[in-house]
């Protein structure tokens, strides 16, 4: 089997760091430079030539400037003659351009697969996409995982009697059901409305939530307004504690400042498939670590084994 090369961008070089350790592998080094005119280099120094290369790197902000120096590794490994290239992206930015819903713009999750194709990947490993049919816009195959095994471990070990799983909208209601059923709990939605970008409207919950415990689940969590929303209705239904919890915790804008002020909620779990800085971290926030999974399928891809079982499926 040849060997295995793991090399990081600067989006999120600690969970890369996280990933080589569980695998005992050293992460290898790229030099990212910039010029006067503002155009990006990458060097690979490290040997590639007939490995397996894996290249890490979240599409965090600032996103553009992360694309820009993942498509130039992937250029990089290409030219390097690299076996195999598989794009690490834990978290894919992108995937909320899923689709023209208005007229004369671009479906850009689309855009950036082809761009990521075009680049030199061969494969894609990516987590948690915000849309499940931007996984058919990439050409090559793509292992797409949860972290919902993840979260719902934090959760076992508490009493969850009078609890329910709530969705912030119908769309997201179909992994609140899976992390439900690991959870062995029932399962409620919120029927959204988006208004603006950080402003929605809950017209009404579908479920029984009165006098229960509650974990909000989402996938990410950007500005927050759509959490404050949700929380505020659940709150006029007289529920219990309130857990709020997601795969990729953006915390863009004053969603900090407005998850610190809401006295009622118990905790906030989410996972570092993003870099959350210190100052995002409020002292009720919880942070897992999902560099194990990748590094499992990271090690499954290698060996060709199955990565199938390391999701959380329908059933």
Do not use: W
């Not at 894996?54 to 993942?70: A, D, G, K, T, Y």
């Not at 407005?258 to 800085?277: C, F, H, K, M, Q």
Request: proline share 4%; charged share 20%; net charge negative.
């Amino acid at each position: 089997m040849r060997e295995i090369g793991i090399f990081s961008g600067t989006a999120h070089q600690d969970l890369a760091h996280e990933v080589c350790d569980t695998l005992g592998l050293p992460l290898l080094r790229a030099q990212v430079n910039r010029f006067s005119n503002d155009c990006l280099q990458v060097q690979l120094q490290a040997n590639c030539r007939e490995q397996d290369v894996f290249l890490i790197q979240p599409l965090v902000p600032s996103v553009q400037e992360h694309l820009m120096e993942l498509l130039l590794m992937l250029d990089a490994a290409r030219g390097a003659s690299a076996a195999r290239i598989t794009a690490v992206i834990p978290h894919y930015a992108y995937a909320r351009s899923d689709k023209k819903d208005m007229p004369r713009i671009s479906i850009g999750g689309r855009l950036v697969a082809d761009l990521l194709v075009t680049a030199g990947a061969n494969r894609v490993l990516t987590m948690a996409l915000h849309a499940p049919q931007v996984h058919g816009f990439f050409s090559v195959p793509v292992d797409h995982l949860n972290a919902l095994n993840v979260i719902a471990d934090h959760f076992k070990s508490r009493d969850l009697t009078n609890t329910i799983v709530v969705s912030p909208d119908l769309g997201n209601a179909k992994s609140a059901t899976q992390f439900a059923r690991v959870l062995n709990l029932p399962v409620a939605a919120g029927s959204k409305r988006r208004l603006a970008d950080d402003k929605v409207v809950i017209d009404a919950i579908v479920g029984d939530v009165h006098g229960k415990n509650v974990i909000v689940l989402d996938d990410e969590i950007a500005t927050g307004g759509s959490i404050l929303e949700l929380m505020n209705s659940l709150r006029k239904l007289d529920v219990g504690r309130i857990s709020l919890a997601c795969t990729h915790g953006l915390f863009t804008g004053k969603a900090i400042e407005r998850l610190g002020s809401y006295a009622d909620l118990d905790e906030i779990v989410t996972t570092n498939t993003v870099p959350i800085p210190e100052h995002k971290r409020l002292p009720n926030m919880h942070v897992l670590s999902i560099a194990p999974l990748l590094a499992e399928a990271i090690h499954r891809i290698h060996e060709g084994e199955s990565v199938s079982s390391l999701f959380v499926n329908s059933f």
